[in-house]
């Protein structure tokens, strides 16, 4: 069976720049569908960046289109979010995960196709 690892986490500054990882076990990255998702206090878990198998070309949330930067490193196995220009509302829990399944250019945003699922790291926005 497969699993992740999250990691890079923090408190970082309006304006400012983070980068998360995910470690993958158990699956290759390079050979499924990968995602970052993010749950805000009060809020569902929402999606927020995806690279389909079938397609390579990421999809983004509108609300991250233009800062974030969805990636993977095959050789190593991990999967990047790359986080610029930060602002409040992005403090939440992001969570990476994966799938060794194609998905259609409807679904990237939906939890339920995901198998695998990193513990959640904690990214907090400060003014």
């Known amino acids: 069976e497969g699993s992740a690892a999250g990691a890079g986490g923090g408190l970082v500054q309006i304006g400012g720049s983070l980068r998360l990882s995910c470690a993958a076990s158990?699956?290759?990255?390079?050979?499924?569908?990968i995602a970052w998702f993010r749950q805000a206090p009060g809020k569902e878990r929402e999606a927020v960046s995806c690279?389909?198998?079938?397609?390579?070309?990421?999809h983004y949330a509108e609300s991250v289109k233009g800062r974030f930067t969805i990636s993977r490193d095959n050789a190593k196995n991990i999967m990047y979010l790359q986080m610029n220009n930060m602002k409040p509302e992005d403090t939440a829990v992001y969570y990476c995960?994966?799938?060794?399944?194609?998905?259609?250019?409807?679904?990237?945003?939906?939890?339920?196709?995901?198998?695998?699922w990193g513990q959640g790291t904690q990214v907090t926005v400060s003014s």
């Open positions: 158990g699956f290759t990255l390079l050979y499924g569908s």
């Open positions: 690279i389909r198998r079938t397609s390579g070309s990421p």
């Open positions: 995960a994966a799938t060794g399944r194609g998905l259609i250019s409807s679904s990237w945003h939906i939890r339920t196709n995901y198998d695998y």
